[in-house]
Nanobody, 120 residues
Framework: VRLVESGGDLVQPGGSLRLSCAAS????????LGWYRQAPGRQRELVAT???????KYADSVKGRFTISRDNDENAVYLQMNSLRPEDTAAYYC???????????????WGQGTQVTVSS
């Protein structure tokens, strides 16, 4: 299983970005797909998750600004980020939990990260 993120960039405060993450491999389904972020000197933190059944969860700091969505057929997850702030600057990581593959059950995978920088 491999997770590949894309979409990170330098954007001005108030701007928008859309992150994408595609999972590849012999995957039947993924229970939960999500986004985490890590700023320099800080711990990795949850941004948003989306369960296969449709439920979503967001960090309080991004509620109303970020929207997570997933495509179960494509094993992909997206993060639409609006009204970006300098404090959103971080490396954003895609996460997959509960992956069912031809080989059986895999607990968790991480992507390599994509950098989001919010600065004027």
């Amino acid at each position: 299983v491999r997770l590949v993120e894309s979409g990170g960039d330098l954007v001005q405060p108030g701007g928008s970005l859309r992150l994408s993450c595609a999972a590849s491999g012999d995957i039947f389904s993924i229970d939960t797909l999500g986004w985490y972020r890590q700023a320099p000197g800080r711990q990795r933190e949850l941004v948003a998750t989306a369960a296969k059944g449709g439920s979503t969860k967001y960090a309080d700091s991004v509620k109303g600004r970020f929207t997570i969505s997933r495509d179960n057929d494509e094993n992909a997850v997206y993060l639409q980020m609006n009204s970006l702030r300098p404090e959103d600057t971080a490396a954003y990581y895609c996460n997959a939990e509960g992956i069912w593959t031809l080989s059986g059950y895999e607990s968790e995978y991480w992507g390599q990260g994509t950098q989001v920088t919010v600065s004027s």
